[in-house]
């Protein structure tokens, strides 16, 4: 199998078991499994898709709906032995997020040749399903953490660009983004790095704007 193709695999794969994660927390039916799994599995790859103006993938490629349905299975009877959901939520989401800026990107430079456009869509396709889980879930969302996030997905992103224009085998190219944006999101989660934050002047009082 095209590593690519094995890599977009993964990251649906992993994807969905966050929002099966997610559903287990808000102690779903099957349904609400199979629903979170789907929109967080395929959801950044939609709206990739989408923004490319191409056929999108799990349409023609029905196998990406069934790799979310098997892994909301999954996780429906395997949830309950597992001590911390949230926190294995959040590293398979590194995970994802990893495979999918490699894949976002590939694509994205596939269809425009455009390492900027490339770059936009590996970081989009990375953070949207992650956006989408929390928002339907409730969970607090992943952007509003204090660690690296979106910076990661921007990072592999870049990294498979830079890589491919560079002249490296695709796998190669493929292995070497992957793994620049999970040291980047995983050293946020192990070790709680973080841009600093904004701190700004307590808002006045309209009236007393002149």
Request: hydrophobic share 55%; with cysteine.
């Amino acid at each position: 199998m095209n590593p690519i193709l094995l890599l977009d695999y993964a990251g649906v794969a992993v994807f969905a078991a966050t929002g099966a994660l997610a559903a287990s927390r808000k102690q779903l039916d099957i349904v609400g499994f199979l629903f979170l799994a789907s929109v967080t599995g395929i959801g950044g790859g939609t709206l990739r898709d989408i923004i490319l103006d191409v056929p999108v993938y799990w349409v023609d490629h029905h196998a990406y709906v069934l790799v979310c349905a098997a892994v909301a299975v999954i996780v429906f009877f395997t949830a309950h032995l597992i001590e911390s959901r949230y926190r294995l939520l959040l590293w398979l989401d590194a995970v994802g997020l990893s495979a999918y800026s490699v894949m976002g990107a590939a694509k994205g430079l596939a269809v425009t040749g455009s390492p900027t456009v490339a770059i936009v869509m590996g970081m989009l396709t990375a953070t949207f399903g992650g956006i989408l889980r929390d928002l339907l879930s409730g969970e607090p969302s992943v952007l509003l953490r204090p660690e690296i996030y979106v910076t990661a997905a921007v990072t592999g992103a870049a990294a498979f660009t830079c890589a491919d224009l560079a002249g490296f085998p695709t796998v190669a190219s493929a292995l070497i983004a992957f793994a620049a944006a999970f040291m980047v999101r995983g050293g946020a989660l192990k070790f709680g790095w973080s841009f600093p934050a904004y701190r700004s002047r307590p808002g006045r009082n309209p009236e007393d704007i002149p």
